[in-house]
């Protein structure tokens, strides 16, 4: 039976009293690939940044391998268990590409150092940061890397779940592939993963479901083949079209 | 004036020395202060934000002089009493702080909020991020301005002469009374100043370039 990693259910946010979250539910099963789409100042990264809590949801329900997230009050084992990759890499600048996926394992883990390096350079490597840019400091290493230094951070944590917010959105497309390129890895390593995303070719051949996201709502939800190729709601469907003249996907030549 | 520098440079080299401990003194003890004081305004509840915060309005809109004359001269009314020296590096510490304090708070509101927000995705507390990710990018950015502060307080360890302390201010005014060579004193006292703050400048960088981030151009 799988069993199911987080469940969201009607959640809200109000951001300076306009409703950005209207009553989102949904669930994600251990193993699972999910991706949201929708257009920009639909909710989709507040969305993202209320599962791990760095915005407080105002009202709704979190459960997160088995705990009412909510709840709790130690956030910080929570964020800990729940990896993060932004649009924007987020490395911390003044600390080499080692450094950035230690820091987690020393001051929260507490790990030893040795461990911690050990560990961090297992992430790099699966990420596909080979040796020699393991003492360079962010400003150093291209988008593409910087990224996947940032994904091998949240994975060195070893998460039961990783959010992905437009992680290749600031990058150009030869760094986009490697950087989807390491997603996709992830995903058939059965990691689970949220993903919100312009890329819809990834989500085709990625996602175990798509969810669309307009004006704080889910407007629709399924297979990605249904959601993309031909969605039931006329929004998404305009969207879609709109996303397949960009991406040529019907023509079959995407990435 | 090589006449004074030539007769007198015990003296000097002893004012030389006080100034020095006070302004390196106070300094360390306006450092301190100043992060506690940036870091307990970014985190503490109301009440002691409001203490911090008049604090530093207190300590920015008073002349130090009069902070240096309360130290020396008040504090004995109710029993505290310190030497000139101490006095001097109390009052120029306490006032250090609240301006330092200042710097490392707008260097710290520079920080990138991505940055931030990637600390506490890993897990990181409030405390943690500011101490490993806010706090060490912030000083590199504040190095300019606290160079700034370091070469204002040699310059204002001038004002101990006021308490007595024998700093390079009262040992110029010593031989300038003895001597009547006014001008010459206090040229040399300028050259020593001026001397001393590029000195000062020049080690802010050499700190400045040993902690500059490669690739990164603040």
């Known amino acids: 039976m799988v069993s199911k990693l987080l469940v969201v259910e009607d959640l809200w946010k109000f951001i300076d009293g306009k409703p950005v979250l209207r009553g989102v539910t949904f669930d994600v099963n251990e193993g699972e690939t999910k991706v949201i789409l929708g257009p920009s100042g639909a909710g989709k990264s507040t969305l993202l940044r209320c599962i791990n809590l760095l915005i407080m949801p105002d009202r709704g329900k979190i459960v997160f391998d088995g705990e009412d997230v909510l709840r709790k009050r130690d956030i910080h084992s929570i964020r800990s268990k729940i990896g993060f990759v932004f649009q924007h890499f987020n490395l911390f600048s003044h600390m080499t590409a080692l450094e950035n996926v230690t820091l987690g394992l020393t001051k929260v883990k507490k790990l030893s150092k040795h461990e911690a390096e050990k560990k961090a350079k297992e992430a790099l490597i699966a990420v596909g940061i080979t040796e020699e840019l393991w003492n360079k400091y962010p400003a150093q290493l291209s988008g593409g890397q910087q990224q996947r230094v940032a994904i091998a951070r949240a994975l060195a944590m070893e998460p039961k779940l990783i959010l992905f917010d437009e992680p290749t959105s600031a990058l150009d497309p030869e760094l986009i592939w490697e950087v989807l390129n390491v997603m996709e890895k992830l995903a058939k390593a059965k990691m689970t993963m949220i993903v919100v995303t312009h890329e819809i070719g990834f989500a085709m051949r990625v996602a175990n479901e798509v969810l669309f996201l307009d004006n704080g709502v889910i407007l629709e939800r399924g297979a990605p083949e249904q959601v993309i190729l031909s969605p039931c709601n006329e929004r998404v469907r305009r969207f879609m079209d709109r996303m397949k003249y960009v991406y040529n996907v019907d023509k079959g030549y995407a990435h | ?218």
């Open chain 2, 1 to 218: 004036m090589l006449y004074v520098i030539s007769k007198y440079w015990p003296f000097l080299l002893e004012g030389l020395k006080t100034a020095f401990i006070i302004t390196f003194t106070s300094y360390t003890i306006g450092f301190a202060g100043g992060i506690c004081i940036a870091i307990a305004r970014a985190f503490l509840h109301k009440v002691l934000k409001i203490i911090m915060h008049i604090y530093v309005e207190l300590f920015r809109g008073t002349p130090m002089l009069i902070q240096l004359f309360f130290v020396y001269y008040a504090l004995p009314e109710v029993g505290i009493k310190f030497d000139p020296v101490l006095s001097a590096i109390i009052a120029i510490g306490l006032n250090s702080a609240a301006y330092q304090s200042e710097y490392i708070r707008s260097a710290l509101s520079s920080i990138p909020y991505g940055e931030i927000e990637a600390a506490y995705s890993l897990g990181l507390t409030k405390l943690s991020t500011m101490l490993y990710i806010a706090l060490p990018q912030a000083i590199r950015i504040a190095i300019p301005t606290l160079t700034n502060e370091a070469i204002y307080l040699f310059k204002y360890s001038s004002i101990a002469y006021f308490v007595t302390a024998p700093e390079l201010m009262y040992m110029g005014k010593l031989i300038a009374t003895r001597t009547f060579l006014y001008v010459e004193v206090y040229t040399v006292l300028a050259m020593i100043y001026v001397a001393f703050s590029i000195v000062l400048s020049g080690v802010a960088r050499y700190i400045e370039r040993r902690l500059q981030i490669p690739g990164y151009i603040v």
